[in-house]
Antibody
Framework: EVQLAESGGGLIQPGGSLRLSCAVTGFTFSGYWMHWVRQAPGKGLVWVSHINRDGTTTKYADSVKGRFTISRDNAKNTLYLQMNSLRAEDTAVYYC???????????WGQGILVTVSS | QSVLTQPPSVSAAPGQKVTISCSGS????????VSWYQQLPGTAPKLLIYDSNKRPSGIPDRFSGSKSGTSATLGITGLQTGDEADYYC???????????FGGGTKLTVL
């Protein structure tokens, strides 16, 4: 079964760091671009970052550029999002997603909540 | 303020048809493919349409997508109460080098 499972979220103080992980099962991880998308409570979807198949190309939303780093380990079938200098406005459910075709995301994780608060 | 513009809400009766619009610009919808997602409360989004008008396997043909110029439309026929959800459009934005989404449309099946 094709699955994405996020972990590593939780409550963190402003200025702190967290690393999200997304464990992949059921498909050839190295064959797909992967993305992180977030959703603040009661709000819409916001794209955060993407990474190409071999990890050599990454892009970030302006709101997280310089603070977040996306990476992947194809040997471990795992996607990561290192989040530094966290702000209250980063509070959201973070989803890892598979780019099926031209940024159409056909597989989503269950989401992991990150709460930035003192 | 989302880059792509959707109506906040739409409604229709069971069995009827509804359309949801998504308006953008030449840097996103005008020159890239559009995707549509359904999000039921408390769950992750689900892909309904990709490449502007294609349905993933398992998505019924009650759902359809189209694109014209810098706008896209999601159509849903034979509305069911289970279709009540939030619907989002998304597209790559070539100027931003990232994906942009609409603000979401809440569908109510009366």
């Amino acid at each position: 079964e094709v699955q994405l499972a996020e972990s590593g979220g939780g409550l963190i103080q402003p200025g702190g760091s967290l690393r999200l992980s997304c464990a992949v099962t059921g498909f050839t991880f190295s064959g797909y671009w992967m993305h992180w998308v977030r959703q603040a409570p009661g709000k819409g979807l916001v794209w955060v970052s993407h990474i190409n198949r071999d990890g050599t190309t990454t892009k970030y939303a302006d709101s997280v550029k310089g603070r977040f780093t996306i990476s992947r380990d194809n040997a471990k079938n795992t996607l990561y999002l290192q989040m530094n200098s966290l702000r209250a406005e980063d509070t959201a459910v973070y989803y890892c997603t598979r780019d099926f075709s031209h940024c159409g995301y056909d597989v989503w994780g269950q989401g992991i909540l990150v709460t930035v608060s003192s | 303020q989302s880059v792509l513009t959707q109506p906040p809400s739409v409604s229709a009766a069971p069995g009827q048809k509804v359309t949801i619009s998504c308006s953008g610009s030449s840097s996103n919808i005008g020159n890239n493919y559009v995707s549509w997602y359904q999000q039921l409360p408390g769950t992750a989004p689900k892909l309904l349409i990709y490449d502007s008008n294609k349905r993933p396997s398992g998505i019924p043909d009650r759902f359809s997508g189209s694109k014209s110029g810098t706008s896209a439309t999601l159509g849903i026929t034979g509305l069911q109460t289970g279709d009540e959800a939030d619907y989002y459009c998304g597209a790559l934005d070539s100027s931003l080098s990232g994906v942009v989404f609409g603000g979401g449309t809440k569908l109510t099946v009366l």
